[in-house]
């Protein structure tokens, strides 16, 4: 996808060379285990999905400790990086969305859609149409797991302004769909002897009738 085709630059920011280093940078056997452990407590919470579409996979490290703990499940992921996009069309039975997260449009739903460290660094005024995306995929569940705040705020990412924003995310999605429901929330701490991801939280929502 070329540059022009992008709705904000934070789009192109991960599409490019930092999206490039980023998927280098985040390899690894270990952080599957880790992320495998998180998913273990969160998906402990609720009947197993059969079905999961990942939004911002990167190279698929939560692809492929989800498929460790839910190997009957379909799963898709979403990922703007080519050079991420190749790493996850290497996964057997992954359905990979080639695409910005604003491009996308699901054409079916999934029981669980899930997305990882990827609003943090989502245009804020673009987060409506991220939410909708989601809220839209799902059949029956969102996850989120992202860095929280009460109230809106922007954190230097490595030398760049403009890329990195904490708030609290699933809150505007509970008020934005009425028929959302927190099943269950979490802290992951940087010291925890197994997940040692830094400190996030995540958020388990559930549509109900």
Known sequence: MSADRYKTEQEQFWAGEFGDA???RNA?????????????S???RVPAPG????????????IQALRRLLPAAELAAIEINDKAVRALRAIPALEVFATSILDFSPARTWDLALI??????IN????PA???????????????????NPTPIEVTYRGHEGRLFKRDFAGELLDTYPDLHLVDYGFAYHRDLRYREGDTTWFLLEKKP
Do not use: Q, T
């Not at 990882?116 to 660094?121: A, D, P, Q, S, T």
């Open 116 to 121: 990882k460290g990827v609003l943090i660094h």
């Open 22 to 24: 980023y998927a280098e």
């Open 124 to 127: 804020p005024d673009a987060l």
């Open 51 to 62: 079905s999961v579409i990942e939004f911002g996979a990167n190279i698929g490290l939560n």
């Open 130 to 148: 991220v939410y909708s995306l989601l809220y839209r995929s799902a059949s029956r569940y969102v996850c989120v797991i992202e860095y929280y």
């Open 28 to 40: 690894g056997a270990a952080r599957v285990d880790a992320v495998a452990s998180l998913f273990e």
């Open 42 to 44: 969160i998906l402990s």
